[in-house]
């Protein structure tokens, strides 16, 4: 099994949307009994929160269910749990290097950094523009399954 976690922030925008994405995208490729998905926050705020109603709501409107997402922290442990942590932005990334006392391990990579866009997820808790995100992180998505592809045997 490869184990693939996304964090952000709160867990309540980016990478719960980026969770959800990616489980719709295993689905379709018949690749969910190969390839598990969490997200995970590097902040204390939303612990146990459903997402932002503007996450819910791009979900809905592109018809990926946002079932089973709950707002939790990243945890040092979880290094050793997933094979791909993946951050949405830069200080995403140095955070999560100081959380699990890993620092410029290949495992943990900026999202964008796997597509031509090579910048931050811009975040719809200040932009507002979930759509914007949605966008970018469908590009995200899609790339980080071809790394995952060209790295492990998938049958
Ligand atoms: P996220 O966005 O990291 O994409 O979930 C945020 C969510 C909540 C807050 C900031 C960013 N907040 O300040 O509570």
């Known amino acids: 099994m490869i184990n693939v976690l996304f964090v952000c922030l709160g867990n309540i925008c980016r990478s719960p949307m980026a969770e959800a994405l990616f489980r719709d995208i295993l689905k379709k490729e018949n690749l969910s009994n190969q390839i598990t998905v969490d997200s995970a926050a590097t902040s204390s705020w939303h612990i146990g929160s ?36 993946i951050g949405m932005d830069e200080s995403n990334v140095k955070n999560i290097f100081e959380i699990t006392g890993k620092p410029q391990h290949p495992k943990i990579i900026r999202l964008l950094d796997l597509t031509q866009h090579n910048k931050d ?19 995200g998505c899609q790339a980080l399954l071809e790394k995952i592809r060209n790295e492990q045997s998938l049958t």
């Open 121 to 139: 997820v811009p975040d719809p808790y200040y932009t507002g523009d979930f759509e914007e995100t949605y966008q970018l992180v469908t590009d």
């Open 50 to 85: 459903p997402p932002h109603k503007g996450t819910l709501a791009i979900l809905k409107k592109y018809n990926v269910s946002s079932n089973g997402l709950v707002g939790r922290q990243l945890a040092k442990e979880d290094f050793e749990k997933f094979d791909y942590i």
